[in-house]
């Protein structure tokens, strides 16, 4: 019987940028904290299979999202979407004196390596400003876990974000970036 957290499979896994807040019966959060300066705001949330990050200036709202395809997430004022393979970087230049940068990976590794990038994960994990242990799908797995730690400064904002995904043997790596002009 699996009484454990499992993770969707990496291969269901989706990224997404939205001009809009989600409705927050959309995500399951299990971890929060938030960036606040003069000039911008962000929210930095956990979920079952990444993440979201809600950054505000004046405004504008832009929401990175990071979860798997059977979330139902609306397709109005969905900037970008983008399945995880690979590697994948955007830019985006915002009329309201915002850029967008972003960068996100997928990595499977042979089971071995996994066990040995997932151990250094779990003290980065300890030392992260946000981070969340999910319950392991079984006694043998190694526990899933997301980590998220932030370069916060009055004109810009870094987020980096991992996550990994032990039954697929699966690490997605993501940078965010948030500048203004």
């Known amino acids: ?23 927050p019966e959309l995500i399951n959060v299990y971890a929060e904290s938030g960036v606040q300066f003069p000039d911008y ?71 071995e390596e996994f066990a040995h990038f997932h151990e250094e994960l779990q003290a980065d994990c300890e030392e992260a400003e946000l981070s969340y242990r999910f319950g392991s799908s079984s006694r043998l797995c190694p526990t899933p876990l997301s980590f998220m730690q932030t370069v916060a400064a009055p004109d810009s904002l870094i987020i980096h974000a991992f996550h990994t995904f032990p039954d697929n043997y699966g690490v997605v790596k993501t940078q965010t970036l948030f500048e203004l002009r």
């Open 1 to 23: 019987m699996d009484v454990g957290f499992a993770r969707p499979d990496v291969a269901r896994l989706v990224f997404r940028l939205f001009s809009r807040e989600l409705h």
């Open 41 to 111: 705001q962000a929210k930095l949330q956990i979920c079952d299979s990444g993440h979201v990050i809600t950054f505000i200036r004046n405004d504008q709202l832009l929401c990175e999202v990071m979860t798997g395809r059977e979330h139902p997430l609306p397709k109005r004022r969905r900037i970008l979407s983008h399945g995880l393979r690979g590697h994948h970087s955007e830019s985006i230049q915002f009329a309201g004196g915002v850029s967008y940068h972003v960068s996100f990976q997928l990595e499977q590794l042979e089971p």
